[in-house]
């Protein structure tokens, strides 16, 4: 009783912090919803290794909005930002290296349930973050950088003229790591692919095709059933994109990241 009443507390105190950071914004937490910050062994375990400075600026910029480093919830939330390095599919690095990936108060908590809900059904596997808040001027270069017909751009990238539900910090991009093999599961297409078998629409028509296997469509369930448990809602065109609201809410509700 004694250790659940020390950790109550401090979710008390995380939780009145996001409160008081988005003072200015009284609706950035959502009202009436219960959220669920587990303790978990594995955190408490990682949370003691040494982990060398972020030293982005995204960083500092992130936080200067209130925005929440995920790993100050969960630190056995994997993360490979795909847009830190050269490994994406436009060769080149936006995010000068970082390493951690920062989200709205309200998106980090459902981040954290979605990892709870995923480790409980498999506790070897674990959510990997490829993209979380992204300031619109990187978004801008993006764009410029992305050589494709205006057509196929727009499917996949929101433009700068029109904010994505990245540049206000309440959408994440994730997949599921097998940390028992330190490999993605199979979700029948790469992050950032463009095409048809990368959109969850097509799910059942690629399926009976042969293009999408049953065992990419179960994966892709999994990661949905996690998600949508922790209130994300998913798209019909990525089967790694999730966010907490619309853009007409976000538009509301969140400052947009610049």
Same mark, same amino acid.
């Given at each position: 009783?004694?250790?659940? =009443?020390i ?10 912090s996001?409160?008081?950071?988005g ?9 009436n ?7 978990q ?8 290794k ?14 200067s909005?209130?925005?929440v ?7 056995s939330?994997?993360?490979?930002l ?9 060769k ?9 990936a920062?989200?709205?108060c309200?998106?980090a ?25 992204r ?10 950088? /992305? ?15 029109e ?7 309440? =959408?994440?991009?994730v ?5 028992n093999?330190?490999? /993605?599961?199979d ?10 078998l ?17 065992? =990419?469509?179960?994966n892709? /369930? ?16 990525e089967w ?15 400052e947009l990241?610049?």
């Amino acid at each position: 009783m004694r250790v659940f =009443a020390i950790f109550s507390a401090i979710v008390c105190l995380f939780f009145c912090s996001c409160i008081q950071n988005g003072a200015n914004e009284p609706t950035r937490v959502v009202k009436n919803t219960v959220f669920v910050i587990p303790l978990q062994k594995e955190t408490v375990r990682h949370s003691a290794k040494s982990v060398l400075p972020d030293t982005s600026y995204l960083n500092f910029l992130f936080l200067s909005k209130g925005l929440v480093n995920i790993h100050d919830l969960d630190t056995s939330i994997q993360v490979k930002l795909q847009y830190a390095d050269t490994t994406n599919f436009l060769k080149t690095g936006f995010y000068d290296g970082l390493k951690t990936a920062y989200l709205t108060c309200e998106a980090a908590i459902k981040l954290s349930n979605a990892q709870h809900y995923l480790k409980a059904m498999y506790p070897h596997y674990s959510l990997v973050v490829f993209d979380a808040s992204r300031p619109l001027h990187i978004q801008q270069l993006m764009w410029d950088s /992305l050589k494709m017909p205006a057509v196929k751009k727009y499917q996949y990238l929101s433009p700068p003229s029109e904010p994505s539900l990245h540049n206000y910090g309440c =959408a994440v991009d994730v997949s599921i790591l097998d940390l028992n093999t330190n490999t /993605l599961l199979d979700m029948g297409s790469d992050f950032d692919y463009f095409g048809n078998l990368s959109e969850p629409m097509m799910e059942k028509e690629l399926l009976k095709s042969g293009e999408l296997s049953e065992v =990419a469509y179960k994966n892709r /369930l999994l990661l949905r059933k996690v998600m949508t448990a922790a209130k994300f809602k998913p798209i019909t065109t990525e089967w790694w994109h999730f966010s907490i609201c619309t853009k007409p809410e976000a538009q509301k509700r969140f400052e947009l990241i610049y």
